[in-house]
């Protein structure tokens, strides 16, 4: 079978982010595991935020035609984001929002079905004592009720990120290491079984 093809999305865009830093981690892990990651840079869709009246108007931007492209080329997802007091940060709510305006049209599905029983693992990082672990059942509930996401029950929220990574951009703490190897696992098996 080909190998395992996981979508990693981070839910920070910013230069020096501790997200990206483990987004990078993760998908360098997941091709040490026979998977193909591609990481995905939420900003470079050029959403602008979900505003009804746009839509009217314009239609969905091309930026959630391309977040569904991604997500239709992949097995999986892996979401890598920090939280902003409790909550998934708006650069990641604002593109799943415009995904799930998508109707189905000439060539395409709604965004609504491309979702629908595909895996998804989270990860999270901050340099907080939490590790933005309070944001992790917000976009758990939220992949799972409104897009019918199937979330994997492993998770990681690393925290002290400022102070996690090693000059290579590996994580310090082998346990880390280990957890988010396992998060991965997690995801690999449950794309091979959807797969089958
Ligand atoms: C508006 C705002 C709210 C934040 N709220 C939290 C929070 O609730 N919990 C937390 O651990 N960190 C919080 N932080 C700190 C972020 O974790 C920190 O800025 C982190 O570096 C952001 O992730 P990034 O490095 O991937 O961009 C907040 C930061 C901002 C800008």
Redesign the pocket.
Known sequence: MNPTRILVI???A?Q???????AAHAARRAQALSMQATVLDLRALALPIYDGDLEKADGVPQGAYELQRALEAADGVLVV???????PTPLFINAFDWLSRIQPGAGQRSGLATTANKPVALLA????????L??MNYVRQYLQMAFQMIVVPQQFALAR??EAFDEQGGLKDERAGQTVDGVLTALQTLAGALRR
Do not use: D, M
């Not at 984001?81 to 909550?87: I, K, L």
């Not at 990082?125 to 933005?132: L, R, V």
């Open positions: 981070p839910g920070s910013r020096g982010s501790w997200n990206v830093a483990l984001t920090p939280e902003y007091n409790g909550f990082a901050s340099p907080g004592a939490g590790g933005a309070r944001s990120a400022n």
